[in-house]
Structures are given as C-alpha cells and as structure tokens.
C-alpha cells in the first residue's frame, strides 16, 4: 500500500494542500511564487495575440478584454453578429 499523502505532494494552489494541513501563504509569499514561476496570467494568449494585431483591431481587443466575463460575452457576441 502506498504512504498516505501529505500537504508537501501538492503546490500551495491546489486546493489538497490546505486539506492536508499546509499553511496558507502570505500575499508577498504569493507574489513572490507567482514571479519566480514566470506566470503571466490566465487571460496571456488572447493578450498575445491581440497585441499581435494592427491598430484599430489591437486596442478594441484590448479593451474588450479588461471587461468582466460576464459583459465580454454580450461584446463578443454584437461583433460577431452585428
């Protein structure tokens, strides 16, 4: 039979580390793993890519994506059907 897990078999953003006992970290803690880790965000192909494009196309992308999800989806929609 295997060894039962612990907090230390998953990172501090899935959600088994806190269950199993690890302790939450500090923002600066966050920020500091966020920058070592390289992360840019979840939203960083659709950024690249529409920062790819020829202006005006690059900056009604750009503003479109600083929306809310839930008012992305109504913009999207009216250009793509308007």
Known sequence: MSA???HTDYPPGHSWFYRLGGKPL????IL???KEEGYRGYLRDDIALADSR???RRSQELRV???PMNSRCG?????AFG
């Open 4 to 6: 039962p897990l612990s």
């Open 65 to 67: 994506l600083r929306l």
């Open 75 to 79: 913009v999207i929609r009216s250009q």
């Open 32 to 34: 500091a793993k966020v």
């Open 54 to 56: 020829c202006q005006p």
């Open 26 to 29: 500090s923002p600066r803690q």
